[in-house]
Every structure is written in C-alpha cells, then in structure tokens.
C-alpha cells in the first residue's frame, strides 16, 4: 500500500536562511507519528511547509501527499486533500463566530452544500467529548478564548473537518492535567471513527498516554537524526536530547 504522506529529501528555508535539511518521511494512512526535538529544531517549520505557508520556501525535495505533490499547492487546495495543521499559537477570528466558521471550512473543503441535520449532530457529539458548552459557537473564532480553549477549538475543528492527515503543533502546551485528558480524548475519537493520520509534535508526553503510536521522530537542527516506536518517547522524556545534539 503506498504511504499517505512522502517526504523526500525536504529543504526548507524561512527569509533565505535554512531551516529544514533534508527530511525523509513516511505517514501510513490511519498512522500516529510523534515528533520531538529541542526549541527551535525546525518542527513549526515542518508543519507550516506542510500547510503550504508562503514565508516557507522548499528550495529542494518534494512532498507528496495522497499520490500528488502538493509542494507548489497553496493552502486551501491543501486543506481540500485533507491536511489540517493545528497552530502552536491558534490565531484570533473577529467578527466570524466558531460556528460559521466551522460551517464554511467545512464547505470550503468538501466544496458541497453543508448537512445541517449531519453539522449539527457531529459538531454536539463533538463539543461533548471536548467538554465544550455550546455556547462557544456563537463566540468570536478564538477572540478572547483562553489558552486552554483555543486548543480545544482546533481539536473541534479536527473533528468536524475530518482529514485525513492533522499535524498538531503542542496541542498539549499550557493545558492543565483535565484539559490534556479531554483534548487527548478528542484526538482518540479521531484517531478511532475516522482513518485520519496524525503527526504530533509535543514536549510533553501526557497527552500520548493514552493514545496509540506508531511511530516517533527527533528533530535537532533541521535533520531527523532519529526514529522509533513509541518507546523512543519515554527514553527522550528519561535521557532528554543531548545524546542526539552532540555530533
Ligand atoms: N519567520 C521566521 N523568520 C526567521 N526565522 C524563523 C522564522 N520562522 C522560524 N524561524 C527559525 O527557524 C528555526 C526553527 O523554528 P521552529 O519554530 O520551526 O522551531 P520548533 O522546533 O517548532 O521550536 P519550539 O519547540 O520552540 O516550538 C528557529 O531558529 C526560528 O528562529
Ligand atoms: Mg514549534
């Protein structure tokens, strides 16, 4: 079976200096992949060029995703092929509330007119795993959410888009010990009802307990130096990342 997601021999760049040097990668469909690495390694920057952020120029390599380059694709065609990236540092939407924002994303996405029997059901089963009350949705997209919130609105919008490949940028950041169990709850309910693939770059190793994976990268200075099964997380959480930043 061919991979969801190849990266090959990836270099990126941000403002002319290089960031990425040479990242080789393989995502199965329905595949959990985990990616660490010490402050500024470069992970943001994988999941950005994944997105197709423009201040990311891949000067070689390619990224082939569901058998097509979507290296010169820009974002909305990205997220139509099913890429979700969830922001380290989720962005403030005046004006447009959570929930038509979820109903447009959704439209833009699948380019069909919106269920709303469907809408309304997924996104009430959804904000229930998420412990979120409903009156989020007529708020503002993120606009005075608290941290904690906002990332729990990025695993809702996980949920209601349903890719087929989500990159999770430290999801788990500033959640306190109920919230990493409630949004860790979220990913398992993606990881189980859809055959969504998940690139999940953390710090922290509580929101993997209790989630299935498969695999685990690390990232130092630009290079996957190495990769391993799900173990590799408890040995870098235990030894951290010296024995890999020494040359
Ligand atoms: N827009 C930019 N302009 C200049 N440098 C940038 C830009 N974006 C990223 N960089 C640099 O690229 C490097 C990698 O940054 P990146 O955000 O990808 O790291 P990271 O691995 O996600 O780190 P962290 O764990 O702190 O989130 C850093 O040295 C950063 O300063
Ligand atoms: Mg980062």
């Given at each position: ?13 941000v ?7 040479g ?6 469909a ?8 010490p ?24 990224i082939?995703?569901?058998?097509e ?12 092929k ?12 005046p ?7 979820l109903?447009?994303?959704i ?15 997924d ?40 890719p ?9 950041s500033?959640?306190d ?5 409630t ?22 190793t ?20 190495a990769?391993?099964d799900?173990?590799l ?15």
């Open positions: 079976m061919s991979e969801l997601l190849q990266v090959k021999d990836l270099h990126v760049s403002e002319d200096a290089p960031i990425l040097k990242i080789d990668l393989s995502v199965g329905g595949e959990t992949h985990v990616l660490m690495g402050n500024g390694a470069g992970k943001s920057t994988l999941g950005f060029t994944f997105m197709g952020n423009p201040s990311y120029v891949v000067t070689a390599g390619d082939i995703f569901d058998g380059s979507v290296k010169d694709m820009p974002v909305d065609a990205r997220a139509r099913g890429m979700f990236l969830s922001f380290q540092s989720p962005f403030e939407v004006g447009i509330s959570l929930e038509s924002f109903r447009n994303a439209r833009q996405n699948t380019g069909k007119p919106l269920k709303i029997r469907q809408f309304r059901a996104l009430k089963e959804a904000m229930e795993i998420l412990h979120m009350d409903p009156s989020y949705l007529e708020r503002d997209l993120n606009v005075g959410f608290s941290g904690g919130e906002k990332k729990k609105a990025e695993i809702l919008q996980m949920l209601m888009l349903r087929k490949f989500a990159i999770l940028d430290e999801t788990d500033g959640l010990v109920d919230a990493v169990r949004v860790s709850e979220g990913v398992r309910a993606y990881q189980k009802n859809r055959d969504g693939a998940l690139l999940i770059i953390t710090h922290s509580r929101i993997l307990d209790s989630l299935k994976v498969d695999k685990t990268h690390i990232l130092v200075k630009g290079k996957l130096v990769t391993g799900g173990s997380v408890d040995e870098v959480n235990e030894n951290g990342f010296a024995k890999y930043v020494e040359d």
